[in-house]
């Protein structure tokens, strides 16, 4: 069979010219230096926490069977082990990045010695341990019968940094906003020792539809398609939790709560600046961008609570249970519609699209009519 050759990309730099334990040298730092001709490959990476190193066991002799050293007493097959000793003298190890210094990456970690060739950086691939966990059959046997039973222990446990990761893959990003709105729906569940089963009895009341709104309404499960979230377009960070007899919580952020995550924050503002306001948006300040707003994304929940939020009980007016209508065929567009967002036209029902009615819209500008 061909050869394959490869070409190093960098070379590890620490203080391990020798071999020694792997165990003592993951506890040390090293850089990973990187070529000049590799640099540009480098972008982006500081938004990986952890990431692959892939590089030459130059100092290694290949042996097909070894020991290892939690069982020195038994001989196994090199495939079977992580042991140096591979025909191609190629090893992998997970690092956690610390930090990029231009081309120099500071890592934790990592088991190589002094000068050992490096192939490859990658990101780190843990989609196949994700969905082992998700496809548990007994674990998924109790979300079929309860299916808020995972959230119920992140809401009470106060695991707010969970719940922001999960909240993201709706929200589909990190910023303060959703943290914020985690915040403050995970202290109004706790107060009530309220939870949501879907069916009205539990009600959200959003006075904003921004980011906040999301984190509200991923923890109290209270959303449009339920009928359990109410918004009303009032332009502040603030919600109400409330149960059917009225009795809720009204948590509303304080004035001074984005001067406290701007203090709290300094090298964030800066970036803001350039980025943002002065659209300076070289690879290098976009990349640090990021990287510092999702420092602050998850640093603001750690924020003391009193520090951002009033909290009120207000008496609450809700809504009946939201009626169930039939539907009716628009006799234009020949699409099912609730009868009561139809219209006769000529006798003959239309949707408010064909029969050319007014109806409202929700955007990113609040409510208007269309």
């Known amino acids: 069979m061909q050869s394959i050759a490869f070409k190093p990309v960098g070379k590890v730099r620490n203080d391990f010219n020798t071999p020694d334990d792997y165990r003592k040298i993951k506890t040390k730092p090293s850089y990973i230096e990187v070529f000049d001709a590799y640099e540009d490959a480098l972008l982006g990476i500081e938004e990986n926490e952890y990431v692959e190193?892939?590089?030459?066991?130059h100092r290694s002799d290949y042996k097909i069977q070894t020991y290892t050293n939690s069982r020195p007493d038994v001989l196994r097959g090199v495939f079977g082990t992580r042991s140096p000793s591979r025909p191609n003298a190629i090893g992998v190890t997970n690092v956690k990045l610390i930090k990029r210094e231009?081309?120099?990456?500071?890592?934790?970690?990592?088991?190589?010695?002094?000068?050992?060739?490096?192939?490859?950086i990658k990101n780190c691939d843990t989609s196949l341990f994700a969905y082992h966990c998700d496809h548990n059959p007994v674990h998924q046997s109790k979300l079929k019968v309860s299916p808020r039973i995972d959230m119920r222990s992140l809401i009470f446990g106060a695991h707010t940094d969970i719940l922001m990761i999960k909240a993201a893959a709706m929200h589909g990003h990190y910023c303060t906003g959703l943290a914020l709105g985690i915040l403050a729906a995970v202290h109004a569940m706790n107060i009530l020792e309220a939870e949501?089963?879907?069916?009205?009895?539990?009600?959200?009341?959003t006075e904003t539809n921004n980011c906040f709104a999301d984190g509200i309404q991923y923890v109290t499960a209270c959303s449009f398609g339920n009928n359990a979230l109410i918004f009303k377009d009032i332009g502040k960070t603030a919600f109400t939790l409330t149960k059917r007899n009225g009795k809720g919580i009204r948590i509303a952020a304080k004035s001074s709560a984005r001067q406290v995550i701007r203090d709290t924050f300094p090298d964030h503002n800066r970036l803001y600046?350039?980025?943002?306001?002065?659209?300076?948006?070289?690879?290098?300040l976009l990349a640090?961008?990021?990287?510092?707003?999702?420092?602050?994304?998850?640093?603001?929940?750690t924020l003391p609570f009193e520090k951002l939020f009033e909290v009120s009980y207000p008496k609450t007016e809700v809504p009946s249970y939201a009626k169930v209508h039939e539907s009716v065929i628009c006799s234009?567009?020949?699409e099912s519609v609730m009868i009561t967002r139809s219209v006769l036209v000529n006798s003959k029902p239309m949707c408010y699209v064909c029969g050319n009615q007014t109806y409202g819209v929700i955007d990113g500008n609040g409510i208007k009519c269309s």
Do not use: W
């Open 273 to 284: 600046e350039k980025v943002v306001a002065e659209q300076n948006r070289t690879p290098e």
């Open 102 to 120: 231009h081309k120099r990456l500071l890592v934790e970690g990592l088991d190589a010695l002094n000068d050992t060739p490096v192939l490859d």
């Open 53 to 57: 190193i892939i590089y030459h066991l």
């Open 332 to 334: 234009s567009c020949n």
């Open 288 to 301: 640090a961008y990021r990287n510092s707003s999702l420092e602050r994304a998850f640093g603001t929940l």
């Open 196 to 205: 949501s089963d879907g069916m009205e009895d539990l009600l959200a009341i």
